[in-house]
Each structure stands twice: as C-alpha cells, then as structure tokens.
C-alpha cells in the first residue's frame, strides 16, 4: 500500500501478531506495519485505487549521488539482472524509482536499465518517480509522494517486484559469473 509517501503493510489484529514492527525496504524506505481488525473492512471504508500487473520498485539508494553510474550498475541494474535471469524475466508492467529526479534519468541509465529488463529501450515499461517541486539539486529525500498520485488516496499494488540492495541483506553486482557473461552478450 502506499499513501502519499510512505508504504504500508495492513497486518490484521494488533502488535502481538507475526509482523509486529516496520522493516527496511531499502536503505530509504520503511515499510510501516499498520495493525487493522479487517483488511477489507478497511479497504471498503477508505478512497482506494487498484495498481494492477507487477510493479518493479527501484529504490536508488545514494540519493545524494543521482549520476553515480558505479552505484547504478553495481547497486541496482546488475543485481537486478541477475535476479530476473533467476527467477525466468516475469513481465514488469510498470517500474517505480524512489529517490531520483528526471532529469538524473540519463540515457546510459535508460538503456542499461532495458538490458536489465532484457527487453528494447523502446518497450520500457513507463517510469513514474517522485515528486518535487525543486528541479535544481539532489534527488528527493524519503517520504516524498510518487508523481502523478492523490495524496487523498491509498494506491494498493497487485505484485511489487524489489530486489534488495547492500543494505537491505541484497548483494552488490551480479549474483553468479554466468550473469556477468550473459549481460555482456
């Protein structure tokens, strides 16, 4: 679930059940854990909007470095190669990127972001982003709402799609040495 910049996992019953405390996403994002009696009941009684397909949630970690190419290799697209060569490419309908501005999207970013996705750079899934109304300077800081969202709403996601980074328990660079030679081919 998401609502105006944060993520949320509805967990019925209260703080004694499994998932009791919030956990880290990636080194920005917090998934909060929000304890109701009834998911649905909760859902019919609040302003919802259905995100169908899979979701690819990006999360570029180092924010304050937007065109650090080494991050975005190393820290983001080859893991995430590695991960959907394992798991057989499951069709991204739409990807997410948190903290990173448009203009930091620079075209080696978008093609290395296809190789990654395995498909052309002219089928890349759309990309929504964060919101900020400064266009100078770093990337947005945690907690800001996704463009082109309600802030009255709550978005819930059919399937997310997040591949871990270093801080989060992930892996830097590719998982096995028959991804590196599967992405240079």
Do not use: C
């Not at 019953?13 to 956990?23: E, L, N």
Request: glycine residues 10%; proline residues 6%; without cysteine.
């Amino acid at each position: 679930w998401h609502n105006t910049g944060g993520w949320y996992a509805l967990v019925e019953g209260g703080p004694d059940k499994a998932i009791q405390a919030d956990w880290k996403m990636s080194r920005n994002t917090r998934i909060q854990a929000m304890h109701v009696t009834s998911a649905n009941a909760w859902a019919a009684n609040t302003d919802v909007a259905y995100v169908p397909g899979t979701t690819l949630f990006l999360d570029y970690s180092y924010w304050r470095h937007p065109g650090a190419i080494g991050h975005w290799g190393g820290d983001v697209l080859y893991p995430l190669f590695s991960v959907l060569r394992q798991f057989g490419r499951p069709t991204i309908d739409r990807i997410v990127i948190l903290h990173i501005k448009h203009r930091h999207l620079i075209p080696w970013v978008r093609y290395t972001m296809a190789v990654a996705l395995g498909v052309e750079m002219d089928a890349l899934p759309p990309v929504t982003l964060m919101r900020t109304d400064k266009p100078d300077g770093i990337g947005p800081g945690p907690h800001t709402p996704l463009f082109g969202l309600d802030d009255n709403r709550w978005y819930v996601f059919e399937r997310g799609l997040h591949v871990h980074d270093t801080f989060s328990g992930g892996k830097r660079g590719f998982a096995r040495a028959a991804d590196h030679i599967a992405w240079r081919e």
